[in-house]
């Protein structure tokens, strides 16, 4: 007999809308017991498995890449395994597929293949393998789950796999983009294309632009308040400067002022210092103390010490005197 490799499964989408990925499937049992049925049926006393039992074994049962294969072997006991030998062996027979126990399935948009509508098998344990009579391993799966058992082989279902949520019309769903409404409604970056807008979501979002709104009318007024007592301020300190620029000026105009008329008094003194000192030095001129005094007056030494300070009498009495 032939030693054919036939491939027993691999992770493509099968007729009923799901996959089993290669990648999970644990085969380490399956190896100790390599089982053989035909079209997955065994007799378990049920009158759904009718009077079939296994037919063979598999051999050299091995994973490359994707793809789940091995070699059959019939032990041809009885008319069923050489009835199905022949006929593997005249290529009536080319196809196989195997049985699973269901561990683990996902609903992960990465998983999913164009034209998938239920969720992908993601774990699972292989309980044996058959012969089909269809070509194609993805249509003929038997998930051994007793709870729903259930065949997948030709016209066959099974409710074993969840469907994915179906698209539901006039529905809108949330977009990872709107992060600031999805974080507001506390809605995850994973979740936000599967989570539906609805009326909750609407009066919140609602309620939260009205807050925003009368907020932000608070916020206007505050800075038009602000503003108005800024350029108040603002005049205030105008006048202020200018203010202050002024007495500034006065200020500098009396410094000038003074500075002069103190110039005038020490020029007067030192015209009387020299009044004084040329009269010691001429004999027959008078000094100031031997000058005659007028009625009334004091002589012009006294008179200026006297003044002393008071430059504009000074002045006038040395215009008097004819000294200037």
């Given at each position: 007999m032939s030693q054919k490799r036939i491939i027993l499964s691999d992770s493509s989408l099968n007729r009923y809308g799901y996959r089993v990925l290669t990648a999970g499937l644990l085969i380490e049992a399956f190896k100790k017991n390599p089982v053989m049925l035909y079209m997955h049926f065994r007799d378990d006393g049920s009158p759904l498995w009718g009077n079939y039992k296994a037919i063979g074994h598999w051999e050299?049962?091995?994973?490359?890449?994707?793809?789940?294969?091995?070699?059959?072997?019939?032990?041809?006991?009885?008319d069923l395994s050489k009835e199905v030998a022949a006929k593997y062996e005249a290529g009536t027979f080319s196809a196989a597929s195997i049985g699973i126990r269901i561990i683990a399935t996902s609903a992960n948009k990465d998983l999913l293949l164009p034209g998938q509508t239920r969720e992908t098998v993601t774990e699972s344990e292989v309980m044996e393998?058959?012969?089909?009579?269809?070509?194609?391993?993805?249509?003929?799966?038997?998930?051994?789950?007793?709870?729903?058992?259930?065949?997948?082989?030709?016209?066959k279902d099974t409710l074993s796999v969840p469907e994915l949520p179906k698209?539901?019309?006039?529905?809108?769903?949330?977009?990872?983009?709107?992060?600031?409404?999805?974080?507001?409604?506390?809605?995850?970056?994973?979740?936000?294309?599967?989570?539906?807008?609805?009326?909750?979501?609407?009066?919140?979002?609602?309620?939260?632009?009205?807050r925003l709104k009368d907020e932000n009318g608070t916020l206007v007024q505050a800075k038009k308040d602000i503003d108005?007592?800024?350029?108040?301020?603002?005049?205030?300190?105008?006048?202020?400067?200018?203010?202050?620029?002024?007495?500034?000026?006065?200020?500098?105009?009396?410094?000038?002022?003074?500075?002069?008329?103190?110039?005038?008094i020490?020029?007067?003194?030192?015209?009387?210092?020299?009044?004084?000192?040329?009269?010691?030095?001429?004999?027959?001129?008078?000094?100031?103390?031997?000058?005659?005094?007028?009625?009334?007056?004091?002589?012009?030494?006294?008179?200026?010490?006297?003044?002393?300070?008071?430059?504009?009498?000074?002045?006038?009495?040395?215009?008097?005197?004819?000294?200037?």
């Amino acid at each position: 007999m032939s030693q054919k490799r036939i491939i027993l499964s691999d992770s493509s989408l099968n007729r009923y809308g799901y996959r089993v990925l290669t990648a999970g499937l644990l085969i380490e049992a399956f190896k100790k017991n390599p089982v053989m049925l035909y079209m997955h049926f065994r007799d378990d006393g049920s009158p759904l498995w009718g009077n079939y039992k296994a037919i063979g074994h598999w051999e050299d049962i091995q994973i490359n890449g994707d793809e789940l294969s091995a070699i059959p072997v019939f032990d041809m006991v009885d008319d069923l395994s050489k009835e199905v030998a022949a006929k593997y062996e005249a290529g009536t027979f080319s196809a196989a597929s195997i049985g699973i126990r269901i561990i683990a399935t996902s609903a992960n948009k990465d998983l999913l293949l164009p034209g998938q509508t239920r969720e992908t098998v993601t774990e699972s344990e292989v309980m044996e393998a058959s012969i089909v009579d269809i070509p194609a391993n993805s249509n003929a799966v038997r998930l051994y789950d007793r709870s729903s058992s259930a065949l997948l082989a030709t016209g066959k279902d099974t409710l074993s796999v969840p469907e994915l949520p179906k698209p539901k019309l006039n529905v809108m769903n949330f977009k990872p983009s709107w992060k600031t409404v999805c974080a507001f409604l506390k809605i995850t970056d994973d979740k936000a294309d599967t989570t539906e807008l609805s009326l909750e979501n609407i009066e919140s979002l609602d309620a939260e632009m009205k807050r925003l709104k009368d907020e932000n009318g608070t916020l206007v007024q505050a800075k038009k308040d602000i503003d108005e007592k800024l350029t108040a301020s603002t005049g205030e300190v105008a006048q202020l400067k200018s203010s202050i620029e002024t007495k500034d000026t006065e200020i500098s105009t009396l410094k000038i002022s003074i500075e002069g008329k103190d110039t005038e008094i020490t020029q007067l003194k030192e015209q009387v210092q020299n009044l004084k000192n040329n009269a010691a030095h001429d004999s027959k001129g008078l000094t100031p103390k031997q000058e005659p005094e007028g009625e009334g007056e004091a002589d012009l030494a006294s008179f200026c010490a006297k003044s002393d300070g008071n430059y504009a009498t000074m002045t006038e009495r040395l215009k008097k005197e004819g000294l200037i």
